[in-house]
């Protein structure tokens, strides 16, 4: 769209891009420009965070602009994208690939303290899961158009950002995941965020199947901006949050800046409060179920009901910092970094153990605490220039790290209070730390990932044969990755481990490293004025799984300044992480334990397993992009993902097999208080091949009432289905996946999700009013304890309590969540806003109570679907100056 028309970018919320917010330079050199509309001067904030997008004049301070905390979509006009692109000057809705720009604004008007789950409230395409399991409960992962956190790539000005250590190690949507946690970046740092909706491993490499988050940070070399933030889970009375962050930049002599931005963040628990099956006095036929309740069980305490506080959201306090800074060194050659640090500690509830469990430690029972002490730290150094040989050119060293200590608070090893503990080494039962006591608090485990990135790009901007303009781009990188686990202290993981979480053992520990290597070219062509084309190519090789070349063709032709059309298709891949490769788990529950074998073990491939191999992808995409009428916009684009050798969750067996497995790899089980076929052994393999097709539409419409204030409305709407396409058999020709497994991969993802902002502001005020609808979730839900024993599994025969082959179907049906904020703005430096989330106290459907694990989990804590925390008020002040 030609640059005399008034082009507003589209947001998933009413608001849009924040004024912009000048980095490293006020001035840049420019270059024939790679697209016919966009020959405006760039913009240095954003031109300098995407390898080789440099300005290498000296840095000055940007212009002060008026302090706002309301913006529209047609300052984005102000904004050049750097992701999914090397060319220069473009903006996302002139990009050839579907982009979309999230201001901080945006994220601070969703009312969420979390950027992860700010980006949820506001981006139709992204989704999180109900609540986490164990571990995975501390940690925040994205989902992205119905694909798991793995497949999505995360870069911090434009550079790679390292996974977090902490995996998901029970089975569910999200099985095997490390992806990058958004939050341990403070949400103050952040400038804006681009969304590339396209498969992208040609340009970025491993993980870019479902898009890339681009988060961009400031940059600004004057001001102050700080922010408190609190509020609570109203309708349940618990659940209290604040948070507390500010940012500021200042000069760094005449020709740098270092802005510096902190954040302290707190949650308590959010317990949404059920009955325990096991507590209530009563229970069905033949149900599995044993009571604890007075009147019923001889000598029984009186347990309150709701002791079981599992379905609940981990507290948590959270401290980060982010240092960015740039100057000038030489005429032509800019010196930059960032410097980011994040400490957590999280405690998640495990389930209840009743009185009977360690009745001389707990004689009212227990309920333990997972907890998690995390350090994350990321540093990034580079140089970059605009003229080595007539290319731009940036030399840059990445260094992160996510480091995690699990540990359990509340607990106790039963079987280190069991008459059978043995002093003796030669014993079954032996105890490191002696019998007759156990600890009630441990550490269980130790995980460490760390990433060392280095890269080296080129860029120019030429004529060829003085007719066709071309952006040419390569460069090279080298990746080290590494991973520890350290093992837990003795009592975490000895007779059966502690209660809750059982830690890992000295078979399950290592230290374990890759080598990749990446080459890649990129050419931006402009074979007619209105047609861009593009080709990019990406060559890496991994020391443990080989060499992958991948390609993507992208174009788009604008039929007139109103009226574009644009198209890709790409080739992707992901390599197993060192985590889906070498981690295991043990978990164990009042009746039951899970355990998730190493790929490689010997127990693993006595079920079945083989190595772990990449993913494969192929993507495609086309769209159209249009303005009908003045200041509205449309954008709309379907896509396919077909997604072979998926790493998920498979080879479950129950009973005495999985027993058998857990077995070999060290551990002992607690025979005496569990049901055998509630035990469980899984692993990871490349056990599915996937199709993911869906559509977004995406449209903002900004209306000037002038005296009478402005109103933006924009609405957004991801359709999505995922279908199994190949299921894979184990070396013993069983399918690696059953009906539960599928479902997590295929319906758990909301069908579709539909976002409808309206923001109004006048004079001093601005009112937000955001609906969000989820689509229908299916997921097939296991048989628990109110299970009938005596009823049996079709298929196998076996009991349908706790069955690994029949399953109940359950479907989350859609919800509408409405989110309110009103705010008002008392002079150029204060505002002040209170808001309600969920105003309507929206929950998700209950479960069937035999589908309920002990009446605990009344929701489906796998579904994406709406959150479990119901309502949620805030109030917030804002000070700029």
């Known amino acids: ?75 984005a006009e102000t904004i050049n994208v750097t992701t999914g692109t090397h060319a220069t000057n473009r903006k996302a809705r002139e990009s050839s690939s579907p982009v979309s720009v999230i201001s901080a604004a945006t994220l601070r008007h969703s009312g969420m303290m979390n950027v992860a789950d700010a980006l949820t409230r506001t981006y139709a395409s992204i989704n999180v899961q109900a609540m986490g399991a164990d571990s995975s409960a501390l940690t925040s992962s994205i989902q992205m158009r119905g694909l798991g956190p793995n497949e999505v790539l995360v870069l911090v000005d434009g550079k790679r950002r390292h996974n977090t250590a902490n995996i998901t190690a029970d089975a569910g949507p999200q099985f095997g995941s490390t992806g990058a946690d958004l939050n341990t970046i403070p949400a103050s740092a952040i400038d804006h965020i681009e969304v590339l909706e396209d498969g ?66 707190h949650t308590d628990h959010m317990v949404v409060g059920a009955r325990d099956h096991r507590l209530i006095g009563s229970w069905p036929t033949n149900a599995t179920t044993t009571g604890y309740y007075t009147g019923v069980v001889p000598n029984a305490m009186n347990v309150p009901a709701d002791s079981n506080k599992i379905m609940s959201t981990p507290e948590e306090t959270r401290e980060s910092l982010a240092i960015d800074f740039g100057k000038t060194i030489t005429e032509g050659v800019n010196f930059y970094g960032l410097v980011t640090y994040m400490h957590r500690h999280g405690e998640a509830y495990e389930n209840y153990r009743t009185p009977n469990i360690a009745p001389t430690m707990y004689p009212a029972g227990f309920s333990p605490l997972e907890t998690s002490e995390e350090n994350d730290y990321a540093a990034t150094l580079g140089l970059k220039g605009d003229n080595f040989l007539g290319f731009d050119w940036d030399l840059s060293t990445t260094y992160g790290a996510d ?100 830690g890992l053992g000295p078979n399950s520990a290592g230290n374990w490293s890759r080598d990749i290597w990446a080459a890649y070219i990129d050419g931006d062509f402009h074979p007619l004025k209105h047609w861009d084309l593009d080709f990019a190519g990406r060559f890496e090789h991994y020391t443990d799984v080989g060499n992958t070349e991948n390609g993507k063709v992208s174009t788009r032709y604008d039929l007139t300044s109103k009226i574009a059309l644009r198209g890709t298709i790409s080739t992707g891949f992901r390599a197993p992480t060192l985590a889906e490769q070498h981690y295991s788990a043990m978990n164990v529950d009042p009746t039951g334990a899970s355990g998730l074998l190493p790929v490689n073990s010997t127990a693993a491939r006595i079920l079945g397993a083989s190595a772990l191999k990449p993913e494969r992808s192929v993507s495609a995409s086309g769209g ?192 509408w969540l409405t989110d309110i904020e009103v705010g008002y703005r008392f002079n150029s430096n204060w505002h002040l806003a209170i808001g309600a989330n969920n105003i309507f106290n929206v929950r998700p459907r209950r479960v069937q109570p035999i589908n309920s694990s002990r009446g605990a989990q009344i929701y489906d804590q796998f579904s994406l679907q709406v959150p479990i925390t119901g309502g949620y008020y805030y109030g917030r002040i804002n000070a700029n100056f």
Not at 422 to 439: K, R, V
Request: charged share 15%; glycine share 8%; hydrophobic share 35%.
């Open 1 to 75: 769209m030609k640059s005399r028309h008034r082009i507003s970018l589209l947001v998933t919320t009413a608001v849009s891009v924040m004024p912009c917010m000048s980095a490293v330079a006020a001035t840049t050199t420019t270059y024939p420009v790679a697209r016919h509309h966009s020959a405006k001067s760039s913009n240095a904030t954003h031109a300098a965070t995407h390898p080789a997008a440099v300005s290498a004049k000296p840095a000055v301070a940007a212009p002060r602009k008026k302090k706002t905390d309301v913006n529209f979509a047609g300052e």
């Open 200 to 265: 992208a491993a040609a340009m970025y490499g491993s993980d870019a199947i479902a898009g890339v988050v681009n988060i961009i940070t400031k940059k600004q070399a004057h001001g102050m901006h700080t922010s408190v933030q609190t509020g609570a889970n109203a309708y349940n009375g618990d659940g209290w949050q604040y948070k507390v962050d500010a940012d500021g930049g200042v000069k760094w002599g005449n020709d740098g800046y270092l802005h510096i931005s902190g954040e302290v963040y």
């Open 403 to 502: 480091g995690n200590k699990i540990g359990n608070k509340n607990t106790a090893n039963t079987g280190m209070l069991a008459s059978t503990c043995s002093t003796n080494p030669s014993s079954s039962y032996y105890s490191t730390d002696g019998c007759g006591w156990s600890p009630n608090t441990t550490r269980a485990e130790t995980y460490r990932m760390a990433q060392w990135t280095n890269n080296l790009d080129f860029r120019r901007q030429f004529n060829i044969a003085h007719t066709v303009p071309m952006t040419l781009a390569f460069g090279g990188e080298h990746r080290l990755e590494t991973y520890q686990i350290k093992a837990g202290t003795p009592p975490s993981y000895e007779l059966g481990g502690t209660q809750g979480y059982a």
């Open 624 to 815: 159209i992009v249009v303005e009908p009428v003045k200041n509205f916009h449309v954008e709309a684009d379907v896509y396919q993902i077909n997604l072979r050798d998926r790493i998920v969750g498979g080879g479950t067996v129950n009973g005495d097999a999985a027993i058998s497995a857990i077995e070999a790899m060290g551990y002992s089980l607690p025979l005496n208080s569990i049901t055998p076929d509630n035990v469980s052994a899984y692993y990871m393999t490349n056990g599915a091949s996937t199709r993911t097709q869906g559509l977004d539409i995406k449209a903002d419409y900004m209306i000037r009432f002038h005296n009478a204030g402005n109103l933006n409305l924009s609405m957004a709407l991801d359709l999505n289905r995922t279908r199994l396409h190949h299921n894979g058999t184990d070396t013993n020709g069983n399918p690696l996946l059953n009906a539960q497994n599928i479902a997590y991969i295929t319906t758990a993802y909301p069908r579709s999700k539909i976002i409808l902002n309206a923001l109004y502001t006048v004079g001093k005020w601005d009112f937000n009013v955001r609906q969000t609808r989820y689509g229908e979730t299916t997921s097939m839900l296991t048989y628990y304890d109110w299970t009938d024993k005596t009823l049996p599994c079709p298929l196998d025969g076996k009991g349908l309590a706790y069955s690994n082959s029949c399953f109940s179907q359950f479907k989350n049906t859609p919800r």
